[in-house]
């Protein structure tokens, strides 16, 4: 897949109120190859996206219009910062209020060059700002913010679904136990004495039986003519 084949994946929702600067921008986004949506207004925009210009009880949970005309996903927002009702900077606000859609890169532009505001946009998350007229070149930076926002979506999907895991929770959770188990069910060793002590030990044994048998025969073996034969002392007989 070429460069402009992968580019014209990208949609990029671009906003301005001034027709001739709205028909620019989507003359150097579609020549770069991006897909391009124009409106000419913040809160057409919020429409666009799905988000109610006066959700702003609670901003973390946009509502979706019933009358979205979102068809395809934005990659990325490109505002003018000066239009009438809405400003560009009210509409980065809301974008980066919202939990779906603080993700999307927001780039601001502007005819005038005010170091205020354009700190201003860049604290409350603007990816840049661009000065009119926005040139080819301008343009060529965008994609680096796309794919760098892919990026983040595809690291936290990965975390999000390792952590969803239930299989892994479950042998997590009983890993120690199971440990413990067979810690307890491991069989005892009981030392053993090696063949040759114990063969050397019954030798011993036999040994001194051996000794002892003999022993008692010495004992018992006077001859008999010693022990029947009477003794004579010192006596004479006289016939």
């Known amino acids: 897949m070429g460069m402009a084949a992968a580019e014209s994946q990208y949609h990029v929702l671009a906003v301005d109120?001034?027709?001739?600067?709205?028909?620019?921008?989507?003359?150097?986004?579609?020549?770069?190859?991006?897909?391009?949506?124009?409106?000419?207004?913040?809160?057409?925009?919020?429409?666009?996206?799905?988000?109610?210009?006066?959700?702003?009880?609670?901003?973390n949970t946009p509502s979706i219009s019933p009358n979205n005309h979102q068809e395809v996903e934005?990659?990325?927002v490109i505002t003018d910062y000066c239009m009438p009702g809405m400003t560009g900077y009210d509409l980065l606000k809301k974008i980066k209020e919202s939990s779906s859609l603080r993700n999307i890169p927001v780039v601001t532009m502007s005819s005038e060059n005010v170091p205020s505001r354009i700190n201003r946009c860049l604290?409350?998350?603007?990816?840049?700002?661009?000065?009119?007229?926005?040139?080819?070149?301008?343009?060529?930076?965008?994609?680096?913010?796309?794919?760098?926002?892919?990026?983040?979506?595809?690291?936290?999907?990965?975390?999000?679904?390792?952590?969803?895991?239930?299989?892994?929770?479950?042998?997590?959770?009983?890993?120690?136990?199971?440990?413990?188990?067979?810690?307890?069910?491991?069989?005892?060793?009981?030392?053993?004495?090696?063949?040759?002590?114990?063969?050397?030990?019954?030798?011993?044994?036999?040994?001194?039986?051996?000794?002892?048998?003999?022993?008692?025969?010495?004992a018992n073996s006077t001859p008999e003519t010693d022990r029947t034969r009477p003794r004579y002392s010192g006596i004479a007989t006289v016939v």
């Open 17 to 59: 109120d001034s027709i001739i600067d709205r028909k620019l921008i989507e003359r150097l986004l579609k020549t770069s190859s991006y897909q391009v949506t124009t409106v000419d207004s913040g809160s057409k925009a919020l429409e666009f996206l799905g988000l109610h210009e006066n959700e702003e009880s609670n901003p």
């Open 74 to 76: 934005v990659n990325l």
């Open 123 to 218: 604290e409350e998350g603007a990816e840049e700002f661009f000065l009119k007229p926005v040139r080819q070149s301008d343009l060529v930076r965008l994609k680096s913010h796309i794919k760098k926002t892919n990026l983040k979506k595809i690291q936290n999907q990965d975390v999000a679904d390792k952590l969803e895991i239930p299989e892994v929770q479950q042998h997590h959770h009983h890993l120690p136990q199971q440990i413990q188990n067979d810690q307890q069910q491991a069989p005892k060793f009981q030392y053993l004495q090696p063949e040759s002590e114990v063969d050397q030990q019954q030798q011993a044994l036999q040994q001194a039986n051996n000794n002892k048998r003999k022993t008692m025969e010495q």
